[in-house]
């Protein structure tokens, strides 16, 4: 009777109700899930915070500890007490209390000891920073070099050296040693060496008894020297003169009772995670478990009820997915079985128009028609855009491999850069109006002449045949000069009438397209192209234009630095000619001075014997006389 009765049921209803039960199942294990999962979460993001609180922590004590061996000494901390390493300390201070205050209101922390424990920490944290407040205070009025307590034992010792008052210089100078010496170790028995010395220092001063007014000013400066050292000293030992001593001391201390119990609360939330772990897999095995059970049940059950239909529809899947078409299913009923048996010859038939379409489509019917009927289905919409997409890829691969040819042509063209500029402009001007099927084009190249700039027109191409016109452009005239100025692609589709004999001057037809693309080499203008068609440029075509162009204005410059380098070569060598010519004019000239000189030697030395012979001879007619 109960078999009857689901048998009279339809399917929706019996499916509904097999998968209801186990869908009320999946819902609790869900929400029993979620549940535990937000717990697992909740302790593992307070643990975070914890993790985060330790670092915190140990950010405060390294500021901290940077602060007592270097910040104090900052000029900036003594002037106005600012400090980068403050600045850490108040950072991971204020960061460790926001972490804090996350892990005291989570709602898993409850009992006694965790909240004993966070409590204990909080407390500590604060006395953290009352003692490194007062640590501020006490470094502050510590003072650096000259400021606070050390710059006046500078002072004192300053008034002291720089006394009138002849003192002995020794026991001042094992003063400062003493002095020094403390400082560098921190031992206090450097502080009784020093107020021994300094007490005899006194002593000898107070028996000498000449110069009293100097005498007296000394006494007065050394003794403030003693008290600003021991009160100096007494800061140092409130600061602690080692690590743990002083409020050094107690601050690690704190830092060191803190780290524990950050430790021991991290333990138990770890635990407790682990324990909620533990129970949630327990839980989710057992309601799996649950939920296999009553599926198997329910599978057995609904099973002989649906096998018949079940396996008739599986039997024509299986030859389907086998890859051949079943026949189509008898329909011996109107409810879901037979609904699902019409569906299914429905699809069986579109599937086998999908198929021949396919079919067609890959024999390259790409222009076939789909039939109507099936357009509205997923299937046909999915083959139709495929249809489409492989008229665009063939479309596009038509671009592709007509690009791919310009270019090897170009290239053909280009490769040969010891040919003329004029005749390597009328191939590539030849070349771009067949290949792009324009009617005119011509090049221009930048030229210089004394301060001005110009295009030069050096190949003309239209209707097949090269065209001889000279033609000089300035540059910022007409779209020709501002392609030049402006570096940039300029495309027309409606041209004027009178735009031929203006600016262009390719023929006497007025075009209905121009092109006009720059020739640039790193930015620089090497010259300009232009082309003219009665038909539109399309994109991939101006593409590949000013691709190709970038190629012309490298081979361009490669040409001109070849003619620069060929012209200054010559010019080199004809200023060696030159030089060598006029060092042989050089010689010559030096010979001939130096047989001019020659010359004169000779005529000064006879000139010389010529007087000697004159002077003898008045030298005779005087002694004659006498």
Known sequence: MLKDFLLSLKIRIKLLAAFGSILFLSIILIFLSIRSINRIITYKGINEEVDALKLYLEGQELAMKEFIYEGYKAKEFQESEKSKFIDAFELNSKQAKESLMIVNNSHLIKDDEMLSVMKSFSQTLGEIRIEFDSLKLLLKERGFRDYGLEGSLRKAIHQVENSDYNYDKIAMLTLRRHEKDFFLRKDLKYQKEFNT???????????????????????????????????????????????????????????????????????????????????????????????????????????????????????????????????????????????????????????????????????????????????????????????????????????????NQGAAQFNDILKNESEDLVLLGDKILKLLVTFLEANQGALYLLKKDKSEEYLERISTYAYDKK?????????????????????????????????????????????????????????????????????????????????????????????????????????????????????EEMRQNAEELQATQEEMERQKSALQAEIENLKQSMVSKDFALN
Not at 205 to 217: K, T, V, Y
Not at 533 to 562: P, W
């Open 467 to 583: 065209r001889f016109v000279d033609q000089r452009i300035m540059i910022g005239q007409g779209l020709i000069g501002q392609c030049a100025i402006e570096k940039s692609t300029i495309y027309l589709k409606q041209i004027p009438v009178d735009y031929v004999k203006i600016t262009s001057g390719l023929g006497e037809a007025t075009p209905r397209n121009v092109l006009i693309i720059p020739l640039k080499q790193r930015e620089e203008v090497m010259g300009v192209l232009e082309l003219a068609s009665f038909s539109i440029f399309e994109n991939y075509q101006v593409e590949f234009v000013e691709k190709m162009a970038e190629n012309i204005a490298s081979i361009l410059a490669n040409k001109q630095q070849t003619d620069q380098t060929k012209r200054l070569l010559h010019e080199s060598e004809q200023r060696a000619h030159a030089l060598v010519q006029q060092e």
């Open 197 to 403: 010395t300094i007490e005899d220092f006194i002593r000898n001063i107070q028996l000498n008894g000449d110069q009293r007014e100097a005498q007296s000013q000394l006494l007065g400066f050394i003794d403030n020297y003693k008290s600003e050292f021991n009160r100096l000293i007494d800061i140092e030992n409130e600061i602690g003169l080692k690590e743990n001593e002083g409020i050094r001391g107690s601050l690690k201390d704190y830092f060191d009772n803190a780290k524990p119990q950050l430790e021991q609360f991290r333990t138990a939330i770890k635990d407790r995670n682990q324990s909620q772990i533990s129970r949630t897999v327990l839980l989710l095995i057992v309601m799996a478990l649950i939920q296999i059970a009553i599926g198997i049940a329910l599978a057995v059950l609904y099973s002989s009820i649906l096998t018949s239909s079940i396996k008739e529809i599986r039997t024509a899947m299986q030859r389907l997915a086998q890859g051949n078409f079943p026949d189509k299913l008898q329909v011996r009923s109107s409810e879901e079985i037979g609904q699902t048996k019409i569906a299914f010859n429905q699809f069986i038939d579109r599937i086998q128009f999908a198929t021949s379409f396919a079919a067609r489509l890959g024999n390259g019917e790409t222009k076939a028609v789909y039939d109507e009927q099936f357009t509205n289905d997923v299937l046909a919409k999915s083959i139709v855009s495929m249809q489409h997409k492989l008229r665009e890829g063939e479309e596009r691969q038509a671009k592709i491999n007509w690009t």
